[in-house]
């Protein structure tokens, strides 16, 4: 065991270790940032850097999906336009992508790749707060803060390396544990700081572009009442919840940092307030896909409908049903159970009950049947997952395998809800004809608001099967309690 003597000369040792390395290597770079003027440590040029957002960009498009509305995408691009000349790298091509994906976000890459998914920009209201998502990630870019992550962690990673080559003490767990939770501090502290600097940043390059730069605050409220409605989401499903970006423990209203930080953006604004251009925005979004899209296919209630794959199935009322990219997952009230069901090819001429034993290395199956699934063949039992009873079902259909597998958070719950399991593998079924209509995408409809209109109203008949009333209200800017107005465009959902 290494005592604290020992580990305070590691310690000391370890700056020293990591500037000596990278001088030995020939890989030390202090390189002027862009925004600051100041001397930043990092290990990778610009060149490497744009070759970073490059190679990675057919990833993000591969796993996402490029959202498939060339209009849309031509003006989301305008708006990075106006916004990346005013920057302080003004000399990078931007490209802004659209992103076929419900979930709520936006990101940056290093050498000037952003990206908004159609999910977040469902939620906003203006075409400053467009802009000012966009002039947020062009902050991460124009500081470097990719970069300078990445330069730390390889730095940390690199220390260690050459220091156990030249000093042997450093070869065991605990210097290595050190050296860990040195590049996780380096890496945590960026966090914070790293956010209110792009959103500085952001707010400064609306400004100079000529929209209101206060608009950046608005999207942080919006931001923070997804947060807030989402964890609540959340603790009915009895499962953690993070925010888009790691938001804030408190209201931003209240965040006298980041108000500071915005207030920045006064001194380019000229004294005059910026546009906004509200109608200009939703009449560019109205139409959007709302929700999941129809290759993802559709949830509706606790059922779920896939056209291009021609199956449906059902979930047990009242469980959260989630659609990921490659799994369909269920949540039961309180997060006590959980199903999960994802799609295999079947490639060799195995039974179901062959295909769970071989394909999904399943040996100890026990209390095994067959299935026949509305005219399809499949096969269930149970078996021990991490100590506790689970249930696995696979179901054939055409040359694909559907695979269910169910557990529980505590194994004293699994006979009260085997019974949901097997309904819900029971329930898998041929898309029918009557059936197709529910499996079309969701859609955003721009609408000039009437006095016979509410939002219980609009939630009674809405798509949105999950907690309609909060969702509309987040949609208008209206989150927790506030009502329609007669007169304004609002959006609602076909």
């Known amino acids: 065991m290494i005592v604290k003597d020992t580990y305070r000369s590691i310690l000391r040792s370890l700056c020293s270790l990591l500037?000596?390395?990278?001088?030995?290597?020939?890989?030390?770079?202090?390189?002027?940032?862009?925004?600051?003027?100041?001397?930043?440590?990092?290990?990778?040029?610009?060149?490497?850097?744009?070759?970073?957002g490059r190679t990675n960009h057919p990833k993000i498009i591969a796993q996402f999906g490029r959202y498939d509305n060339e209009s849309l995408q031509r003006y989301v691009q305008s708006i990075g336009d106006k916004l990346a000349v005013v920057s302080h790298r003004e000399n990078l091509v931007y490209r802004f992508t659209v992103l076929d994906s419900p979930v709520i976000n936006a990101f940056a890459l290093p050498g000037g790749y952003i990206y908004i998914t159609r999910g977040l920009m469902a939620y906003l209201n203006s075409e400053a707060e467009l802009a000012a998502v966009l002039g947020h990630e062009i902050g991460?870019?124009?500081?470097?803060?990719?970069?300078?992550?990445?330069?730390?962690?390889?730095?940390?990673?690199?220390?260690?390396?050459?220091?156990?080559?030249?000093?042997?003490?450093?070869?065991?767990?605990?210097?290595?544990?050190?050296?860990?939770?040195?590049?996780?501090?380096?890496?945590?502290?960026?966090?914070?700081?790293?956010?209110?600097?792009?959103?500085?940043?952001?707010?400064?390059?609306?400004?100079?572009?000529?929209?209101?730069?206060?608009?950046?605050?608005?999207?942080?409220?919006?931001?923070?009442?997804?947060?807030?409605?989402?964890?609540?989401?959340a603790k009915k499903q009895g499962r953690e919840v993070q925010g888009y970006h790691g938001l804030f423990a408190s209201h931003p209203d209240n965040d006298t940092r980041l108000k500071e930080v915005l207030a920045a953006g006064d001194k380019y604004s000229g004294g005059q307030r910026g546009v906004r251009k509200a109608a200009e925005y939703l009449n560019n979004i109205d139409g959007m896909t709302f929700g999941d899209s129809e290759e993802q296919g559709i949830r509706s209630g606790q059922h779920f409908y896939h056209l291009s794959m021609g199956f449906s199935l059902s979930f047990p009322n009242g469980w959260q049903i989630n659609n990921n990219p490659r799994t369909l997952q269920a949540i039961s009230v309180g997060g006590k159970a959980f199903i999960e069901m994802a799609v295999d090819d079947v490639n060799r001429k195995l039974s179901p009950r062959e295909f769970i034993k071989q394909r999904l290395k399943i040996k100890d199956l026990r209390s095994g049947r067959d299935l026949n699934v509305n005219g399809l063949k499949g096969y269930t039992g149970l078996f021990d997952a991490k100590g506790k009873p689970a249930r696995i079902a696979v179901i054939y259909k055409d040359t694909q395998a559907f695979i269910f597998f169910a557990t529980v958070k505590d194994k004293q719950y699994f006979n009260q809800f085997d019974k949901d399991f097997i309904n819900t593998v029971i329930s898998f079924h041929h898309l029918r004809d009557d059936e197709k209509h529910l499996a079309k995408a969701k859609r955003i409809e721009v609408v000039t608001?009437?006095?016979?209109?509410?939002?219980?109203?609009?939630?009674?008949?809405?798509?949105?099967?999950?907690s309609p009333k909060s969702q509309l209200r987040l949609l208008n800017g209206d989150y927790p309690q506030g009502e329609l107005e007669p007169g304004t465009q609002a959006k609602r959902v076909k």
């Open 19 to 52: 500037v000596g390395a990278l001088l030995l290597l020939g890989l030390s770079g202090c390189a002027t940032n862009p925004v600051t003027g100041d001397s930043d440590f990092v290990m990778l040029s610009e060149d490497s850097e744009i070759a970073m």
């Open 140 to 233: 991460h870019v124009t500081a470097r803060h990719g970069v300078r992550q990445q330069s730390a962690a390889q730095a940390t990673n690199l220390g260690y390396i050459v220091g156990s080559i030249l000093f042997p003490e450093l070869r065991g767990a605990g210097a290595k544990n050190v050296f860990n939770m040195m590049g996780g501090a380096l890496l945590s502290g960026y966090g914070r700081e790293h956010e209110l600097q792009s959103d500085g940043l952001g707010a400064e390059y609306l400004a100079r572009a000529g929209y209101d730069h206060k608009a950046m605050m608005d999207v942080i409220r919006v931001l923070k009442n997804q947060e807030i409605f989402a964890a609540a989401q």
């Open 449 to 466: 608001v009437t006095k016979q209109d509410s939002y219980a109203k609009w939630a009674a008949k809405s798509r949105i099967t999950n």
